[in-house]
């Protein structure tokens, strides 16, 4: 019993310990991004590894959603008699809600798991050393690129996801089932806002890009220096990512859309 | 050399997200409505608004002409004063009427605009006169017990 | 004196969570001179390199390098600092997704700005000098142990550094490999003018390149001298490791109850 409670002490102090080495992490690489600006070309490819690699999974995956919203939203809708909100049923979903959370998911199991493989091996091969002792510094040159890299691609990459889930819905509902186009769309437009629900979306979706990637970050930087250490890290990174999506989540949700 | 192949797929990448921003913004979003520059103020009293919000459409015959702007309580009168701003393009007399209205049984609530008779136009800063509220279901559903009520015994007598 | 040795270590303690690595370390490396660091594994030999490098700090005493207090540098003059020297890791950390000529080119265009067609030629010059032209094409994956630490060895000396460091370069790697990092090491480093210290247990290849041997053990200094001193020496310690002796001073058990309390042989209260 007293084993027990001792144990659950240690966790916390570790977990809390972490998050200070955490948080000293991410200082540290915001401090040292000005390499990020006089060389873009770092960013770039960063954004090649995390953004271009994780499109397919991005739209596939958007547009089958958007063919399940569909399809579901239709057949409730059609008991109350109106089907033409089908579009606002899909599109407010998608933007509020799926298209950041459902793309933050899958940028944290492609993207971010793939960041810590990457960082983790570096560090296990002592290639961050052996950077270090060739004085540059992997703060700036290795760490910051991938951050800024993840944080511009995961806005876009939500985006594009929602935009691919608009696109399959109307493909069901108005190319298959046959609900009238232009309700469809009109509907859609009529109770998506711009500011309300497109803006808080994109916020949503760039809090979500900065924290998935500074967790797959760190999660790979911390990581023991072994194989076994790396593969840890790596399923670390897409648990722990998970959760901080969907709590940032519920968080942002509940400041954004309840008030008045 | 491979760099250009990255650059360009970056570019792809982000040119392909912005453009879904925009969708999202304009076909998807309302971004192309009346904005202030483009229109103007008229306001109408409703004892009871209903559940409608600010941003609901102002539709005349069914076309979208406007936008609720916002909704206050005047504290005087008790009752809500709603601020319409109406599209430039379109012109509507003075002595126009506005409902509220429910799109199906139960969809959202906007405002109809019924064109009147009268010579001069509706201005910025105008006040609707004709006005119908809300139907609420409650006090509907009331009434017609009530009615049915009355009914009753006054058939029952004549029998 | 400070002229002569590029690097001192006086009186340097230690330790990671309060458990003590090294005690009382005193070395003095001259210019111009392969020096070997010998000692079992664990002992504290790679946590010297580190402690040179800055990437560690002292718990007491003092690295000086050019005659600079390492640990006295800020982040900035640490960096200039590590600019004049070189590494070889243990297994040599090249990067994997660079091939071995970017490898190479990476501490040149980071720290210079030297158009394309001069980092070309220095890279190459690197490469032929440990024999890898031809390979400059090739991935860190398709290298055998001794090309790939080779190449990180090319690395090492791209920013010509005054100083070279090696961890561990001769652990497993076949006898033919062995000799060429060995012959490499000592004609690099009077080519290039440098001061070179090897970290490493391997007697036998180290002998006969270096000009001066540490033996440490248990964190401590036991024994230094020309390898003619160390080969003559009388030290019991130095002999059984010189002579790779399972059993003597350094004991085959690790330390833990007698043999008599764990089997239960002693009479039972």
Known sequence: MIDAIRQVGAKTVNGIWKFGCATRFSFTMLARSGMCLRRPQLVLDEIYFTGVLSLIIIIVSGLFVGLVLGLQGYETLKRFGSAEALGTLVALSLVRELGPVVAALLFASRAGSAITAKIGIMKSTEQLSAMEMMAVDPHARVIAPIFWGGAISMPLLAAIFSAFGVFGGYLIGVVIIGVDSGAFWSQMQASVDLREDVMNGVIKSVVFGVAVTLIALFEGYDTPATAEGVSYAVTRTVVTSALAVLALDFVMTSFMFTGV | ?159 | MTSESLVELNDVEFSYDSRPILRGIRMKFPRGKVIAIMGGSGCGKTTILRLIGGQLKPTAGSVRVAGQEVSGLDHAGLYKMRRRMGMLFQFGALFTDLSVFENVAFPLREHTRLPEPAIRDLVLMKLHAVGLRGAAHLKPGELSGGMARRVALARAISLDPMLIMYDEPFTGLDPISVGIIANLIRRLNDALGATSVLVTHDVEASMKIVDYIYIAAEGRIVAEGTPDEIRESTDPLVHQFIHGEADGPVGFHYPGASIAADFGLEARP
């Open chain 2, 1 to 159: 050399m491979k760099r250009t192949a990255v650059d360009l797929w970056v570019g792809i990448f982000v040119v392909g997200g912005l453009v879904a921003l925009m969708v999202l913004a304009l076909k998807v979003g309302n971004a192309n409505t009346v904005s202030a520059g483009r229109g103007y103020r008229v306001t109408a009293e409703f004892e009871n608004i209903g559940g409608l919000k600010p941003k609901a459409p102002v539709k005349s015959a069914g076309v979208v002409v406007g936008r609720v702007e916002s909704i206050a309580f005047d504290n005087k009168k008790f009752v809500a004063r709603v601020t319409l701003l109406l599209d430039k393009t379109y012109e509507f007399p003075k002595d126009s009427s506005a409902e509220i209205l429910t799109s199906g049984l139960l969809g959202e609530q906007y405002i109809g605009l019924d064109g009147g008779g009268d010579e001069q136009l509706l201005k910025d800063g105008d006040r609707l006169t004709l006005t119908q509220s809300a139907m609420v279901l409650e006090k509907m559903i009331g009434r017609f017990l009530f009615n049915k009520a009355a009914e009753g015994p006054a058939a029952e007598k004549q029998e």
